[in-house]
């Protein structure tokens, strides 16, 4: 059980939360959701104490404890892997520390033989001679062979790094389980593991996440943060939207009834102010009209970022020609013999759920990013490339304000108010333009990435999930910007609505060789030609 009481945060002006009193009860998934930038991350730190509020406080019951899933996967880089799951217990890690640093002594003397006992009794306490096997346990479950225990994170591949962190929150069964996006970079069948996990966990969850069916699949509960507020709704995704959508309904008839009477009021007045024998009734009216109000309600804070992207010059005929391009990471092969040639129109989504490292490598490396071992690829002389990598983390290593990093990427001849122009209508107006990269949000930093990519006017668009992290106004507004764009576009996404309308073109990238079809997506799931190519390639 967590409680938080009359928690309030402020970071300038801006007001994350304001008076947040909620349960959370065992047995219970709940489902936190809101905007980008809303404060859910924020929130999750909150409550593992891992930020302090301004004032309130959070309350773990007596003996309990608690693991996070953070949404940055890069704190555990130098750590390997097994350590990293066992790392979820702080306690258990701590002991098994000491315990090998005082067996590696040379010089072990009589209070390193004492030490050595109690910590043997509290390490036995915690069932510490059965963490590597548990930890091994729940790797193999989310797919993670023996073969990585001892490797770093750092050499991972984004959807391992991920599978490891997830262990690492579920390791040692903890009372309170706080998972902040743990979709995104998640394949399919990872994803339906963790569902099942879910349901049959009996502790406190509290999940992150913009993934609709996701929500709908485990969650009891929903938590909605808007206005600086979190409002709790018994039920999963689309029961909360149902029930917010009558309450806005309400609202909107109360405000309509409360406008017309106000109308009828200031009628009233004016046809008898004049007339001194209904003076006084009009008097009195006026003062009902001062005090009736018309909620100022906007009833959600989410709102749709201006995503549109223009190429300074079109296509010419040559596109791309890919050539058997091959590549290894870590002596393994990711990509073979790739060849594809891309015609002028083209929106290639490439698919499949297993090989997000062989798309990957490939988007890497047809931005220059990366170069192959074998095979050759070459864009046509009218093209012009901007990517959008999976990770970002390398764009934001320097501590500059958002004028100041977007400037890097708007052309010479404009000022600083070009930038804050082009920041607010990505929705970054007023003194958020002003604040440290540092500190943005997941889907904010996508959203920098976005304009990076509109500030380019390339005509060849790479994209590696760029749905991930990103709200469901900024997903649609996305959506559309690329359905609307009529140049070239290659692109990976998990989102199934976002595939199917923007792509006209699907690759399928296998293990014995790719399917290519043009064709959309959904008249490619359902071809069966396709599926039996699958099998034949999956071999
Ligand atoms: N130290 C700070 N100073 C100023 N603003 C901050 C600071 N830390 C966080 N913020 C802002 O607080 C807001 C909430 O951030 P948070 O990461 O909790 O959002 P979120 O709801 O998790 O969003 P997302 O869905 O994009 O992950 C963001 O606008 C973020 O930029
Ligand atoms: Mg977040």
């Known amino acids: 059980m967590?409680?938080?009481?009359?928690?309030?945060?402020?970071?300038?002006?801006?007001?994350?939360?304001?008076?947040?009193?909620?349960?959370?009860?065992?047995?219970?998934?709940?489902?936190?959701?809101?905007?980008?930038?809303?404060?859910k991350s924020t929130f999750l730190k909150i409550l593992a104490g891992e930020i302090e509020p301004d004032r309130g406080e959070v309350s773990l019951g007596a003996r309990e404890r608690l693991a996070m899933l953070r949404q940055d996967h890069f704190a555990f880089d130098e750590e390997t892997v097994l350590h990293t799951v066992i790392m979820g217990h702080a306690r258990l890690y701590e002991l098994m520390m000491e315990r090998e640093a005082i067996y590696a002594k040379v010089d072990f003397t009589d209070e390193d033989g004492i030490r050595s006992g109690e910590l043997e009794a509290e390490f036995g306490e915690m069932n510490g001679y059965e963490a590597e096997s548990e930890a091994g346990t729940l790797l193999a479950g989310l797919g993670i062979g023996e073969n990585l225990h001892h490797q770093k994170m750092k050499d991972l591949e984004g959807g391992e790094k991920v599978r490891v962190l997830l262990a690492q929150a579920l390791f040692g069964n903890p009372d309170v389980l706080l998972l902040d996006e743990p979709t995104n970079n998640l394949d399919i069948d990872s994803i339906t593991w963790l569902e099942h996990f879910l349901e049959r966990f009996t502790n406190t969850v509290i999940i992150v996440s913009h993934d609709r069916y996701f929500l709908n699949q485990v969650c009891?509960?929903?938590?909605?943060?808007?206005?600086?507020?979190?409002?709790?709704?018994?039920?999963?995704?689309?029961?909360?939207?149902?029930?917010?959508?009558?309450?806005?309904?309400?609202?909107?008839?109360?405000?309509?009834?409360?406008?017309?009477?106000?109308?009828?009021l200031k009628d009233f007045i004016q046809r008898f102010s004049s007339n001194a024998s209904k003076a006084k009734q009009a008097t009195s009216?006026?003062?009902?009209?001062?005090?009736?109000?018309?909620?100022?309600?906007?009833?959600?804070?989410?709102?749709?970022?201006?995503?549109?992207?223009?190429a300074s010059r079109s296509c010419g005929d040559n596109i791309l020609e890919i050539t058997?391009?091959?590549?290894?990471?870590?002596?393994?092969?990711?990509?073979?013999?790739?060849?594809?040639?891309?015609n002028k129109g083209e929106k290639i989504a490439f698919v499949g759920s297993t090989n997000s490292l062989a798309k990957s490598t490939l988007f890497a490396i047809l931005a220059g990013d990366m170069a192959p071992d074998s095979g050759s690829f070459r864009w046509g002389v009218t093209m012009s490339t901007s990517y959008f990598p999976k990770e970002n983390n390398a764009f934001f290593q320097d501590n500059t304000n958002l004028v100041e990093w977007l400037s890097r990427f708007t052309p010479v001849t404009e000022g600083e108010s070009f930038a804050r122009g082009f920041l607010g209508k990505m929705l970054f107006s007023g003194e958020e333009a002003l604040k440290k990269t540092s500190v943005l949000s997941g889907g904010e930093r996508v959203r920098c990435m976005l304009s990076r990519m509109m500030l380019s006017e390339a005509n060849a668009l790479i994209l590696d999930e760029p749905t991930n992290h990103l709200d469901l106004e900024s997903i649609t507004a996305l959506n559309n910007a690329l359905i609307a764009f009529p140049e070239v576009v290659l692109f990976t996404s998990h989102d199934h609505q976002f595939v199917s309308s923007v792509a006209n073109r699907i690759v399928e990238i296998l293990p014995g060789g790719i399917i290519d079809q043009m064709m959309p997506f959904d008249e490619y799931l359902l071809d069966e030609r396709v599926a039996k190519l699958r099998l034949e390639l999956s071999a």
């Open 285 to 310: 009216r006026k003062k009902l009209l001062e005090k009736l109000t018309i909620e100022d309600m906007p009833v959600s804070s989410r709102k749709y970022p201006f995503i549109q992207f223009k």
């Open 2 to 39: 967590i409680n938080a009481n009359n928690v309030a945060l402020s970071y300038g002006k801006r007001v994350i939360f304001q008076d947040v009193t909620i349960k959370f009860t065992p047995g219970n998934c709940y489902g936190l959701i809101g905007a980008n930038g809303a404060g």
């Open 324 to 342: 058997e391009l091959g590549k290894e990471v870590d002596g393994v092969s990711v990509l073979e013999n790739f060849s594809l040639t891309v």
């Open 220 to 264: 009891t509960h929903m938590a909605d943060i808007d206005f600086g507020r979190v409002t709790v709704y018994v039920g999963n995704y689309d029961f909360w939207y149902e029930a917010s959508q009558l309450v806005l309904q309400q609202k909107q008839n109360e405000n309509k009834k409360v406008s017309t009477k106000a109308q009828e």
